[in-house]
C-alpha cells in the first residue's frame, strides 16, 4: 500500500503558512487555495479544509471528495501519479471502511473492508454456484461484473445480491461510487458521454442532489447545490452573518430615546440599516412612539421575493441567528441579548425585537457593590461591577430554578451549583452562560455525569454512572457517547472499545461477569460487524466474519486445544458453503460443502493417515447418492444411503481389476 497520506500529511504542516488564496473565503466558505504543490477547491472552515473539496497535485496526483480538520475523512477519490486509483471511505487521512482500488488498466487490485490505510477484509471474486448467469466473479457477497438487460456493466463490490459500491457503464454516462439500486446514490463522480461533461458530489435516486463540482466541455468549473439534478442559483446578494450580527446587537443596545426617534413617523414606512447584507427593513411597532408603555416591540419585515428584492427568508435569518455569538437561543425561534428578546417569525419572513421593561434596583448597589435587581422572568442578588453582575451571586427563576455561583461581564463565568425544581443539579464551570469546562450533573432518577461540558452539551471525557449500577468512562461528542470509552454493566460484564452515538462501532472488546474475554472485533451499531474473535465457554473460539451478530463470510473455529477444526464459509450463523474440517489433533477429515452445519453436497472424506475414505454426495451429514468408498483391499464406486452402500454399485481390487458390478443392500453386495 502507497504511504499517500504521508505525503498529503507533510503538504499541509511544510507548506501551509505559504499558501495564497486567490479566490473566495480561504476561511469559512469556498475558496481556491494555490499551494507550493497543489491546489485546492473546496470548502473551508476556521482556515481547514473542511466539507467537499478537489486538490490538483503538481506531480499528477489527485483527491477529490469530503475532508475534516485539513485530512481525507468520508468518501472520496484518490488517483496516484502511476495511475492507480482509489475510491471509498477514508477515516483520519487513511483508507478506513469499504473501498475499491484499482489498477492503471481499471481492473479491480483489492476491494472490500479497510483499516488504517491497509485492506483488512479482502472480498473474494469467486464464483458462488448461485451466481447469476450473467456475471462474472461474485455478484452475491464480493467482487463482480454484472451486465444487465440493457448491456449496463456494473462492476465492484456486491452485498446481498446488489451492487453498493463501484462503477456503473452504460451508453450516456460512465459512474464510480456509491450505489443502491442499479443507479447512483451517495457520493460519486460522473462522466456523461454525449458532451464530455463531470460532475463530482453527491447522487440521490441517480440525480445531483447536494454539493457538488460541475465540469464541462470547456473545463470550466462550477461548485454548488444541486436539487433533483437542477442548479440552485446563488442569491442575488451576499448576505454577511457577521454584519448582521452586529446590526441586531445595536439595535438591542438602543435606549429608549434612541428607540423612539427610530421608529417615530415610520409606522409602515422603510429604511436602509445596512447596504451590504440588506435592502431594506420595513419597520411597525404595536405602540405609539411617544407613548410606549410595558414592553416595548418593533417589528421588521423583509421585502418578499416577488417583489424582486433581495431578502431573507426564516432558515436564513435563523442560521444567522445562530452563528452570531452574543445571541443566546432560549427556545424555538427566539434568542436573547442580555434582558432583550428576538422572535424569528415563520409566517411573516421577518423579526420581532422586544425591549422589557425598566429592570429597578430593588435594593443595594447595582453599579459597584453588592445589590439585588428584578429581572422579567426571576431576581439576582449578588455583586456587580460597571453595572453588570460580577462576582458572585444568586440568580432565582420564577418557575423554582436557581443558579449559585461566579459572574463575569453579565453571564455565568467560573464556578457555580445550578438547581433545577425537578431535581436535577449542576455543580460545575460555566463560560458565557453555558455549562462548559469540568462538572458534575445529577439527575432527579439518580443518574450523574462528571467530566467535560461544552455549551451544555457533554462534549470530551465523562464518566456516566445509573441508578441502576451500570457506568461508562470514556469519551462523549454532542452529548453522546463517541470515540474510546469502557461501558461496565451493574453484574460485572463490560466492553471496551469505540462507540458512535452511544453505540458499539468500531472495534471493541467484550467482557462476561467473570472477567473473561468472549469477543474481541469490530461493530457496528451494538452489533458483531466485520471481522472479529469470539471465544466459547468450552475454550474453542471462532475467528471470521460477522454480519448482525452471527458468522457470515469466511471464518475458522479452533478446538480449545488451539487446534483448527473448521474453515470455511458461515451463513447466518451456521456452517454454509464450502470448507474443510479437521479432527482434535489436527488431521484434516472432511473437504467439501456444507449446510446447516452438516455435510451436504460433495465432498471428500479422508482416513487418519491423510488417505481418502470416501469422495462424493453427502446429504444431511451422511454419505448419500453417488460416491466412491476406498478400502484395505480395494475401492467402491456407485450408490450410498445413510452411509451404507445401497444399490447399482461396482467393486476394484487394488491392482484396478473390476471384481464385481451389481447391487448392494445394507453395505453387502448381493450375489
Not at 410606549?292 to 433581495?310: A, L, Q, R, S, Y
Request: proline share 1%; hydrophobic share 25%.
Amino acid at each position: 500500500m502507497r504511504k499517500i497520506i504521508l505525503i498529503f500529511g507533510l503538504l499541509l504542516v511544510t507548506n501551509y503558512t505559504i499558501a495564497q488564496c486567490q479566490k473566495g473565503d480561504c476561511k469559512n466558505g469556498f475558496s481556491i487555495m494555490k499551494y507550493s504543490d497543489a491546489t485546492y477547491e473546496g470548502n473551508y472552515a476556521e482556515g481547514k479544509f473542511d466539507g467537499l473539496g478537489l486538490m490538483f497535485y503538481n506531480d499528477k496526483r489527485l483527491y477529490h471528495g469530503e475532508y475534516k480538520d485539513n485530512t481525507f475523512n468520508g468518501y472520496g477519490y484518490y488517483k496516484w501519479k502511476t495511475g492507480e486509483t482509489y475510491i471509498g471511505s477514508w477515516k483520519n487521512g487513511l483508507q478506513s471502511g469499504l473501498g475499491i482500488q484499482k489498477k492503471v488498466n481499471g481492473g479491480i487490485q483489492s476491494a472490500g473492508l479497510w483499516a488504517d490505510g491497509k485492506i483488512s477484509n479482502s472480498l473474494s471474486s469467486t464464483s458462488p454456484t448461485n451466481n447469476p448467469k450473467n456475471c462474472t466473479g461474485n455478484c452475491i457477497e464480493g467482487i463482480g461484473q454484472l451486465i444487465d438487460k440493457d448491456s449496463i456493466y456494473f462492476t465492484g463490490i456486491f452485498k446481498d445480491k446488489n451492487i453498493i459500491l463501484g462503477n456503473i457503464q452504460s451508453k450516456d454516462y460512465l459512474y464510480d461510487g456509491e450505489i443502491k439500486n442499479n443507479i447512483p446514490n451517495g457520493y460519486g463522480q460522473i462522466k456523461y458521454l454525449n458532451n464530455n461533461e463531470y460532475f463530482l458530489g453527491y447522487f440521490k435516486d441517480g440525480k445531483k442532489n447536494g454539493a457538488g463540482i460541475f465540469t464541462d466541455k470547456s473545463n470550466k468549473r462550477v461548485f454548488g447545490k444541486w436539487i433533483d439534478d437542477v442548479y440552485q442559483d446563488p442569491l442575488k446578494f451576499e448576505f454577511s452573518q457577521t454584519d448582521f450580527c452586529k446590526e441586531i446587537i445595536a439595535l438591542a443596545k438602543l435606549n429608549k430615546k434612541e428607540r423612539r426617534e427610530l421608529v417615530k413617523g415610520k409606522n409602515s414606512s422603510s429604511i436602509t440599516l445596512e447596504k451590504h447584507f440588506l435592502n431594506q427593513f420595513n419597520l411597525k411597532t404595536d405602540s405609539y412612539a411617544d407613548n410606549f408603555t410595558g414592553n416595548e416591540k418593533i417589528h421588521f419585515f423583509f421585502p418578499d421575493k416577488k417583489e424582486g428584492k433581495p431578502t431573507l427568508v426564516y432558515e436564513e435569518l435563523i442560521e444567522a441567528c445562530n452563528s452570531c455569538k452574543k445571541l443566546i437561543p432560549t427556545k424555538d425561534s427566539r434568542y436573547k441579548y442580555n434582558d432583550v428578546e428576538l422572535y424569528v417569525s415563520k409566517y411573516s419572513s421577518g423579526m420581532t425585537l422586544t425591549f422589557p421593561k425598566p429592570d429597578p434596583c430593588i435594593s443595594g448597589n447595582r453599579k459597584n457593590g453588592k445589590g439585588k435587581k428584578q429581572y422579567t422572568d426571576a431576581i439576582y442578588e449578588g455583586e456587580f461591577k460597571n453595572g453588570e453582575r460580577s462576582g458572585k451571586g444568586k440568580y432565582a427563576w420564577s418557575n423554582g430554578n436557581s443558579y449559585d455561583g461566579e459572574y463575569k461581564n453579565d453571564k455565568r463565568n467560573g464556578k457555580g451549583l445550578f438547581l433545577w425544581k425537578i431535581g436535577d443539579k449542576y455543580d460545575g464551570e460555566s463560560v458565557d452562560d453555558f455549562r462548559t469546562g469540568k462538572g458534575k450533573y445529577t439527575w432527579a432518577s439518580g443518574d450523574s455525569y462528571e467530566g467535560d461540558f461544552v455549551k451544555n452539551k457533554t462534549e470530551g471525557f465523562g464518566t456516566h454512572i445509573w441508578e441502576s449500577g451500570n457506568k461508562y468512562v470514556g469519551e462523549y461528542k454532542n452529548s453522546k457517547r463517541n470515540g474510546q470509552g469502557t461501558f461496565t454493566y451493574a453484574k460485572g460484564s463490560k466492553y471496551i472499545g469505540e462507540y458512535k452515538d452511544n453505540k458499539f462501532h468500531g472495534f471493541g472488546k467484550e467482557y462476561d461477569e467473570n472477567g473473561l474475554l468472549f469477543y474481541e472485533g469490530n461493530y457496528i451499531n451494538n452489533m458483531f460487524e466485520g471481522l472479529g474473535t469470539y471465544y466459547y465457554k468450552n475454550e474453542s473460539k471462532y475467528i471470521g466474519n460477522w454480519k448482525k451478530d452471527k458468522r457470515n463470510g469466511f471464518g475458522k473455529i479452533y478446538y480449545k486445544n488451539t487446534e483448527l477444526k473448521y474453515e470455511g464459509d458461515f451463513e447466518n450463523g451456521k456452517i454454509n458453503g464450502k470448507g474443510v474440517s479437521y479432527d482434535i489433533d489436527g488431521v484434516k477429515f472432511h473437504d467439501g460443502n456444507y449446510k446447516n452445519g452438516q455435510r451436504q453436497g460433495q465432498g471428500t472424506y479422508y482416513y487418519k493417515d491423510g488417505k481418502k475414505a470416501y469422495e462424493g454426495n453427502f446429504e444431511n451429514g451422511k454419505k448419500n447418492g453417488q460416491g466412491a468408498k476406498y478400502y484395505t483391499d480395494g475401492k467402491y464406486i456407485g450408490e450410498f444411503k445413510d452411509d451404507l452402500r445401497q444399490g447399482l454399485g461396482k467393486f476394484y481390487n487394488l491392482e484396478g481389476k473390476l471384481t464385481f458390478e451389481g447391487m448392494y443392500k445394507d453395505d453387502k453386495a448381493v450375489k
